[in-house]
């Protein structure tokens, strides 16, 4: 087995390699470069399952990418919101390209306050601060036109290509924590579960409101099989699908691999607290900022990154599994 974090300029992008299958979990930032990056580690084979674990585009660009490209992709996982988006998609198309130079901010009223409502029902805090509230949604709500639904658009576009080739699998964030297989296959969502079935959304409010809330929805799969160490995947998701609970943990086996939760930011530390196991290895990717690592994630003894906080260009992380140990030419992190 072998386990490699890919030199993207920005964001995430993971290949697993068992004795059987290759499997891809996100693309970075960059749509192209990546195929090229992804076929130095596979060669002429192709991708088993290829998993996008959320909209942001350090992890959505270089899934578009690959999916143009000409390798050949068994399976495609995606988050079931981009599916539950499709119908807006065509609708709001005029409204992506001329927002900046059109969208009159009143026509925004309406949906902000539908959007208020769902939160509350949500049960998620409703800020006091009126202005300060009604100012971030404005600016969510620019985002999800102008970014958000276009890249889906792009991302869902490029599966239609692939019609027929390629099998979509359509995965709902579970806001707790229960482990779902897929068929036979050895990943295992921890906070999402394939559905057949998406019910499309009720309203563009209720749309918009998963899409700002999508980091914390980020899907987050585990590798599981007999003879080797976990590899568990974090995506940018903060845990919080384990609950408040201090005793509801991700445990893990021995020496398994763990990507660092969001490139190690700050927002995401308690998952260190809520991921337990014995020796464990964090791989972190991503850009150099000063803000990442966060404390948390440089007290960690054993970790790798493709840039640290103390060198200037990108490196592969490269980890191979054999006889019960891991082996790697990478230096450790000197975050
Ligand atoms: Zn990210
Ligand atoms: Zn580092």
């Known amino acids: 087995m072998e386990f490699i974090a890919l030199p993207v300029s920005k964001g995430d992008s993971f290949i697993l ?24 580690e596979i060669g002429e084979q192709d991708i088993e399952i290829l998993i996008c674990t959320h ?3 350090d992890h959505l660009n270089g899934v578009i990418g690959l999916i143009k490209s000409t390798i050949d992709i068994n399976e495609i996982w995606l988050p079931s919101i981009f599916a539950g988006a499709e119908g807006y998609l065509d609708e709001y198309s005029a409204l992506f390209d001329n927002y900046e130079s059109e969208y009159e901010d009143e026509n925004d009223e309406e949906l902000l306050s539908e959007i208020e409502d769902f939160k509350e029902e949500d049960g998620i805090s409703v800020s006091t601060n ?18 958000i639904l276009p890249r889906i658009k792009k991302l869902l576009e490029a599966c239609r290509q692939r019609k027929g080739k390629s099998t979509i699998r359509w995965f709902k964030y579970n806001h707790w924590h229960k482990e779902y297989k897929v068929h036979n296959y050895p990943l295992i969502g921890l906070n999402c579960e394939e559905v057949k079935v998406i019910r499309p959304y009720k309203s563009l409010g209720a749309l918009i409101l998963d899409l700002t809330l999508i980091n914390r ?24 699908f384990t609950g408040r609970r ?42 150099q900022t000063t803000l990442r690592p966060c404390k948390a994630y440089k007290r960690l003894r054993l970790k790798y990154c493709t ?21 790697t030419m990478n230096r450790p992190c000197r975050c």
């Open 17 to 40: 390699k068992d004795d059987k299958y290759n499997y891809v979990v996100d693309g970075g930032f960059n749509e192209s470069g990546i195929t090229a990056m992804v076929k130095e």
């Open 55 to 57: 909209y942001d585009e």
């Open 130 to 147: 009126k202005r300060k509230k009604t100012y971030r949604m404005r600016a969510n709500l620019r985002k999800v036109y102008t970014k």
């Open 217 to 240: 929805m980020g899907l987050v799969f585990k590798y599981e099989r007999k003879k080797f160490p976990n590899v568990l995947f974090c995506s940018d998701s903060n845990f919080v």
């Open 246 to 287: 201090k005793s509801n943990k991700v445990y893990l086996k021995e020496k398994s691999i763990v990507t660092a939760p969001h490139h190690g930011a700050e927002e995401n530390k308690n998952v260190y607290k809520k991921v337990i196991g014995k020796s464990l290895i964090y791989v972190r990717s991503d850009e």
């Open 307 to 327: 840039i640290c906080n103390s060198s200037s260009t990108h490196r592969k992380v490269k980890i191979k599994y054999r006889s019960g140990a891991w082996f």
